[in-house]
C-alpha cells in the first residue's frame, strides 16, 4: 500500500500530513539499497558457493532466501524509475505519471515475492535449527528431499499470495487511475480490510513459529553441559541473525499497516495515529526492504556450521 499522489492528504475531515517528501525519499533509499544489495549478496554467494557442494536441508533454504533477495534486488531499478517520474510530476506540476497496470502489477508482484520469501523462508531456517538442535533424532524432517518439497510449496504460497495482493489492490482502485491501492477511498472497505487480514495473517504465523523455535532451543541449551553447549554457538549465531533480521525488518512494516489501514479506512478514528503512521511509511517500508542487504550476514556467519553438516554428511555417507 502507498499514498496518493497529493501533496497535503486529507486524513479526517481536519487532519492533514505533508508526505510530499516520500518520492524522493523512496528513489534514494532504493538507490542506496540496491547498491548494497548487489555487493553483499554477490559477496555472500561467493562465500556460499565455496562451500562443499553436498546439499543438506540448511543449505536448500539459504539458497532459496538468496533467490527471493535477487527478486527484489531486480525490482529495485523499476521502482527507482517509478519514484523518480512521480517526483518529477509532482515537482514540475504536471499531471500526475501513470506507468500502467502492467508496469505495476510486475513491479509490486516481485515486491511481494521478496517480503513473504524472505520471511517464509528465514523461518525455515529457524525451524531447521530447532530439529537439528531440540529433535536430532528426527533427522528424516531435515532430508534434502524433505526441503526441496518444502521450498517448492513455499514458492508456491508466495507466488499465490504476491499475485492475489495486487490483484486486490487493483479490483479496490478501479474507480480512479492511481497506481497503487488508496484505503481512504470511501469503496471496496472489504476488499482492503481481506488484503489486510491476508498480509497480517502471512507475518502473525511465522512470527509466533519462530518464537516457539528459538525459545526451545534456548531452553534445551540451558539443561546442556557447558561443553555441550559451545558445540552449538554457532545455531546461535545463525538463530540471532535471522530472529534480528525478521523482527527488525518485517514487524514495523506490518504494524504501520495495521495502523494505517485501520484509520484510513476509519475503523480507528485518530488523528495523531493516521499522522505518524502516513510519516513513517516511507521509512518503514524501507526498513523492510533492507532484509536483502542483511540476509547475506545470515549467510556468511553460517557458513562455518554449513561447511560442518556438509563434511558431517559426506562422513556419514563414507561409513
Known sequence: MDLRNTTYISIQANCTVDTSYRFTYYKIS?????????????????????????????VIYMANLAAADIFFVISLPLRIYYYHNKAAAISNRTNDWSPGGAFCQLTFTLKYISLYGGIFFLVCIGVDRYFAVVHPLHQHLRKVRTARMLSAGIWCLVLALSLTLPLLYSAASRWHKSCLLDPSSKRDHTIILAALGLV?????????????????????????????????????TVIYWVLVVFFLCFTPYHLKLLGYTLTQVGLVRSCGL????????????????TNCCLNPLIYYFSSSLIHKETTGSRGSASQ
Do not use: E
Request: net charge positive.
Open 200 to 236: 497480517q495473517i502471512a507475518y502473525l504465523l511465522p512470527a509466533l513459529l519462530l518464537l516457539f523455535s528459538y525459545c526451545s532451543i534456548l531452553r534445551m541449551l540451558r539443561s546442556l553441559p557447558h561443553r555441550r553447549k559451545i558445540r552449538h554457538r554457532r545455531t546461535l
Open 274 to 289: 493516521a499522522q505518524v503512521t502516513k510519516v513513517l511509511h516511507p521509512i518503514v517500508l524501507s526498513l523492510a526492504s
Open 30 to 58: 532504493y538507490s542506496v539499497i540496491f547498491i548494497f544489495g548487489v555487493i553483499s549478496n554477490a559477496t555472500a554467494l561467493r562465500r556460499f558457493c565455496r562451500i562443499p557442494q553436498t546439499f543438506t536441508s540448511t
